[in-house]
């Protein structure tokens, strides 16, 4: 410990994440950094079409369309007018109110990740249990 207080009672006190303990983030969800790095890299196309369930597909669609005037540009632009008046282009642009499809579909792909994590996790801890009583009962 070190005998100036303030380090001290910081040292002791604080629960800090350090290098030693790095390979314990993000344990939940394993390769989520590597699989949004792939999803990053594959075409629009390929991640649409070959990548994605038809369900996957929908459920993108339906967030995208909730968030971006349901799909339809003129509807973001007769908005744009209504907030900031006919000259609304020299204030903003579509691109700040209208959000790639892309990024739902990359969405959707990752809770679907996440989502077989936590039933891989969930039939791990199962089998656990199984074992565990199976031993008791010996």
């Given at each position: ?43 629009t196309?390929?991640l ?83 074992q ?7």
């Amino acid at each position: 410990m070190n005998p100036d207080k303030g380090c001290g009672h910081q040292n002791e006190d604080q629960d800090q994440l350090g290098v030693g303990n790095g390979s314990a983030h993000g344990q939940k969800y394993p390769f989520i950094e590597e699989f949004s790095e792939f999803l990053a890299s594959v075409s629009t196309h390929s991640l649409k079409f070959k990548l994605m369930t038809h369900q996957q597909r929908l459920f993108a669609k339906s967030l995208w369309e909730a968030e971006n005037y349901g799909g339809s540009l003129s509807k973001c632009r007769a908005h744009l007018k209504e907030i900031y008046g006919d000259f609304w282009h020299r204030l903003t642009s579509i691109e700040e109110h209208f959000t790639d499809e892309r990024e739902y579909c990359e969405y959707a792909l990752k809770l679907d990740h996440m989502k077989q994590w936590d039933n891989r996790q969930k039939l791990a801890k199962l089998q656990q249990n199984l074992q565990s009583d199976e031993q008791q009962d010996i």
